[in-house]
């Protein structure tokens, strides 16, 4: 997503310039005041990454948004940032930001990011499923026949997917596509630190009786380290797909913890709205924005085992 929503979503933050907004999050560069050049000074080529409370789906951004949603992605980024520390290096380098974003910011490394959405799929479903019942592949991995919705791959697969313009979607790409945009040895690290990331957080969501089916995740180069590093957020709901494991029944869409109770009512007659048409998605009623809250501070509290402190 390259495509800035605008500055109708800025805040005035001490020290910063917004620079970009999309779907969920807004940037921020240091500015040139003395609060702006002490968090250069300090950390060298930064951006601060603040998660809104927005929520997307089908490609537009809706409202209301969910109140503490901004505040659960950093959180559980941040968290699974410390699980996967051994695995691979991430861009967060302080969490030291203005009061009016507490909780829901990061002061990060600014990375040479990868033109690629690495997805590691170990459950069949999405994309993925769609790919799978036209050919019996995925990303052009050959899959075993007879498998449905919610089945379990035989092992982990590296999917790849373009990086699309606000407004369209990711495009599944094979990995030879990645080999030509980035290189084979590149490509190589991208596709074996994306299996890594997912084979340890699926073992620890595993243990929390969670099911993680799928994840995105992205990756950039330090300029400073020349490190390929973790960035943008990292297993939450809204990049990852989770599901509880005691509900687990392939065949049919699982429940999720994530915003399909979002997904589920635009789609229904009660919302009224036309998914094929112009016409914008109508605001989500309070009872579905206070479900999908429930569902993201749940998956915060079984997946790091602590309420989140709000």
């Known amino acids: 997503m ?23 999050r807004d940037l921020y560069v240091p500015d ?78 600014r990375l040479e990011m990868f033109p690629v959405e690495c997805v590691a799929r170990g459950y069949l479903t999405g994309s993925g499923l769609a790919e799978y019942r036209v050919s019996g592949e995925v990303t052009g991995i050959a899959l075993p026949p007879g498998l449905v919705d919610g089945s379990r791959l035989p092992e982990p697969i590296f999917t790849p997917a373009t990086k ?38 699926e073992a620890i969501a595993r243990e929390r009786g969670v099911i993680l089916a799928d994840t995105k995740l992205e990756f950039g180069t330090d300029p400073v380290t020349g490190a390929v590093t973790l960035g943008d957020e990292v297993l939450t709901p809204d990049s990852s797909r989770f599901w509880p494991a005691d509900g687990w029944q392939p065949g049919h869409a699982q429940p999720s913890f994530d915003k399909q109770f979002v997904r589920d009512w ?43 402190a709000l």
């Open 2 to 24: 390259t495509l800035d929503l605008g500055a109708e979503f800025a805040v005035d933050l001490p020290g910063w310039a917004h620079t970009y907004s999309g779907k969920v």
């Open 32 to 109: 040139e005041s003395p609060a702006g050049r002490a968090v250069t000074d300090a950390h060298g080529d930064v951006v601060l990454v603040v998660a809104s409370d927005r929520v997307s789906a089908y490609d537009h951004v809706l409202s209301p948004g969910i109140p503490d949603k901004g505040v659960v992605l950093t959180q559980l980024s941040l968290w699974w940032f410390e699980q996967l520390a051994d695995l691979v290096p991430n861009h967060v380098v302080s969490t030291d930001v203005p009061v009016e974003v507490a909780g829901r910011a990061m002061v990060c490394r």
């Open 164 to 201: 699309a313009e606000l407004g369209d979607h990711d495009e599944n790409v094979p990995f030879s596509a990645v080999v030509a945009q980035v290189g084979e040895d590149a490509a190589g690290t991208l596709r074996d630190l994306t299996l890594g990331v997912y084979a340890r957080a």
């Open 266 to 308: 635009l789609t229904s007659a009660a919302s009224g709205w036309d998914r094929e048409s112009d016409t914008p998605p109508p605001p989500l009623p309070s009872d579905v924005v206070e479900r999908t809250r429930d569902r993201y501070l749940e998956a915060f509290e079984r997946l790091t085992g602590s309420p989140l």
